[in-house]
């Protein structure tokens, strides 16, 4: 079970962290991933990491502005977001997937969290 948390208005050039925290023994093993859906529009890839850290992946929209990482011990991963456009307004997921890739597109998730809504004011 996946819940993300830290979602929130912030003025534009603002920044948010959003934390998800897993529950069961063997999170270590999944590649964990953020994705978000603005309305209307479809549910796409912004960032991830693999299950051993060594390996992450992130939207070009999101390049240098967002961060993501993950604290086995803590069983979370968590999505820094910096200098925040209107742009990234949307519904953010924190996903998981088998075999400890990083899911880069939806069909790649094994499991959704339920989302956290991030609103950018411009």
């Known amino acids: 079970q996946l819940q993300a948390s830290g979602g929130g208005l912030v003025q534009a050039g603002g920044s948010l962290r959003l934390p998800c925290a897993a529950s069961?023994?063997?999170?270590?093993?999944?590649?964990m991933g953020w994705f978000r859906q603005a309305p209307g529009k479809e549910r796409e890839f912004v960032t991830g990491?693999?299950?051993?850290?060594?390996?992450?992946h992130y939207a070009d929209s999101v390049k240098g502005r967002f961060t993501v990482s993950r604290d086995d011990a803590q069983n979370t991963v968590s999505l820094q977001m910096n200098n925040l456009r209107p742009e990234d307004t949307a519904v953010y997921y924190c996903?998981?997937?088998?075999?400890?890739?990083?899911?880069?597109?939806?069909?790649?998730?094994?499991?959704w969290g339920r989302g956290t809504q991030v609103t950018v004011s411009s």
């Open positions: 996903a998981a997937a088998f075999f400890g890739t990083v899911p880069l597109a939806v069909p790649g998730v094994n499991y």
């Open positions: 990491v693999s299950a051993s850290g060594g390996s992450t």
């Open positions: 069961g023994r063997t999170f270590s093993r999944y590649g």
